[in-house]
């Protein structure tokens, strides 16, 4: 067990619909780093949080968006779902805003969009 | 040309041998490598961690980094069924992440057989 828990597991919604992803990093951990993983495209880094604030911004579409919040748990947004939407969403933490080499990953959400 | 090339296998092996996984990149900005290991469903893990060139052990794990050749490799000695999983090259030219976090290879699918 990593320590970083992510809501919900699984997740099904139809196209065009909205959902939030959540993510809680391991204790004493102050970035969040979000990843989408498809099986034609791998991992693929979406955004970085670090202690409330976007850090750095990576192939996330303008249709999803994130914020982390005081308790510096993580939201990932994605509204106006596509079927090419359907992947594995993945949070990781670390404790410094330089430590995506040595960050720890949830479990993953399982998108599919119908 | 994609940025990291990884084969993605199946590559089979019988218990006990010594299994080699490469990846090899084409931005010579890369600095950070790493490895990881991610089961069926599983969130990935991270097993190795270099920076710039040279070799790493860790028990049964050596991971070797040839930035003149932009090739890196995972060598696992006395292979167990255990070890069957996907695994995973990362790349990174910041320590500090910046716009593009952790460059991931496709991975490749492992598979030791009992």
């Known amino acids: 067990d990593s320590g970083v828990t992510q809501t919900p597991k699984h997740l099904i919604t139809a196209t065009g619909q909205r959902v939030t992803l959540r993510c809680s990093p391991r204790s004493g951990d102050l970035s969040v780093y979000w990843y989408q993983q498809s099986l034609d495209q791998g991992l693929q880094f979406l955004i970085q949080?670090?202690?409330?604030?976007?850090?750095a911004k990576g192939n996330i579409l303008e249709r999803f968006s994130a914020q982390q919040f005081p308790d510096l748990h993580s939201e990932l947004n994605l509204s106006s779902l596509e079927l090419g939407d359907s992947a594995l969403y993945f949070c990781?933490?670390?404790?410094?805003?330089?430590?995506?080499?040595?960050?720890?990953f949830g479990q993953g959400t399982r998108l599919t969009v119908v | 040309q994609k940025e990291v090339e990884q084969d993605p296998g199946p590559l089979s092996v019988p218990e006990g041998a010594i299994v080699s996984l490469n990846c090899t990149y084409s931005n010579s900005a890369f600095q950070y490598f790493m490895w990881y290991r991610q089961y069926s469903r599983k969130g990935p893990e991270l097993l190795m961690y270099t920076y710039s060139s040279g070799n790493k052990e860790d028990g049964r794990f050596t991971a070797q980094v040839d930035k003149s050749s932009k090739y890196i490799s995972l060598f696992i000695r006395d292979s167990q069924p255990s070890d069957s999983a996907t695994y995973l090259c990362a790349m990174s030219a910041m320590a500090g992440g910046g716009a593009d976090g952790l460059t991931f290879g496709k991975g490749t699918h492992l598979i030791i057989q009992p």
């Open positions: 949080y670090y202690n409330g604030e976007e850090r």
């Open positions: 990781a933490s670390s404790l410094t805003w330089a430590g995506n080499t040595e960050a720890f």
